[in-house]
């Protein structure tokens, strides 16, 4: 069975500070592993994705994230907030099997102060 | 030429009505998906469908009924509107079921039953 948990429903920096959304995922099979971003009453776009090759992975905006096997963890960080970036985050497992389902976490909504 | 379009965006119906949401992908992709936003902004998967077969259907009850005349179109048909059907409807497509492909999702339908 896989799972995705996101460790924070709600994450308030200010503005040009760093960003941390945490995430960690159980899967059985070996995962892929996504985030998505949902602005206020928009769709979701995808920010960056893990496929098993570099653990470290660059997305738009200037955000990465690091897949740790040993910590079944991938947390999403920016090292500069910026008033644009508040909205909901979705932290995704997709295992490697046929028939299975993209999971989605509960979402992080990031907000930034002035 | 948007990806992944859903219509109606917005829906506002009165209880006991039945409507549809129609979902359409140009991306050649063999698996379809409708999820459900609730006002949590949890995101649970309801149906997937691959080369319009049925392959996933949760706990979802049968007032709801998926229809996939191709590959490229995945319907949402709900009778008996209820209340509690209130929420952001997506529609998303994968490359593959699961197999740590990213989905694309829509911009998602709002229904309001009124």
């Known amino acids: 069975a896989q799972s995705v948990t996101q460790l924070d429903s709600h994450v308030s920096v200010s503005e040009g500070t760093p960003v941390l959304l945490r995430c960690n995922y159980s899967?059985?099979?070996?995962?892929?592993l996504f985030w998505y971003v949902q602005h206020p009453n928009k769709g979701l776009q995808l920010l960056l994705k893990?496929?098993?090759?570099?653990?470290l992975v660059k997305g738009i905006n200037g955000f990465e994230a690091e897949f740790k096997k040993s910590e079944t963890s991938f947390h999403l960080t920016k090292p500069s907030a910026h008033m644009s970036d508040a909205a909901e985050y979705f932290c995704?497992?997709?295992?490697?099997?046929?028939?299975?389902?993209?999971?989605f976490g509960s979402g992080t909504r990031l907000s930034i102060r002035p | 030429d948007t990806a992944v379009s859903q219509t109606p965006k917005y829906l506002v119906t009165q209880m006991g009505n039945d409507k549809s949401i129609k979902c359409e992908q140009n991306?050649?992709?063999?698996?379809m998906y409708w999820y459900k936003q609730d006002s949590k902004k949890f995101l649970k998967i309801m149906f997937s469908?691959?080369?319009?077969?049925?392959?996933i259907n949760e706990t979802v009850p049968n007032r709801f009924s998926p229809k996939s005349p191709d590959k490229a179109h995945l319907n949402l048909h709900i009778n008996s509107l209820e209340l509690g059907d209130s929420a952001v409807y997506f529609c998303?497509?994968?490359?593959?079921?699961?197999?740590?492909?990213?989905?694309?999702f829509g911009q998602g339908t709002r229904l309001t039953v009124v």
């Open positions: 998303a497509s994968s490359q593959v079921a699961g197999g740590g492909t990213e989905a694309f």
């Open positions: 899967s059985s099979y070996s995962p892929s």
């Open positions: 893990y496929t098993s090759a570099a653990t």
């Open positions: 995704v497992v997709s295992p490697y099997s046929s028939a299975s389902k993209i999971i």
């Open positions: 991306l050649g992709h063999d698996t």
């Open positions: 469908y691959n080369n319009k077969e049925l392959i």
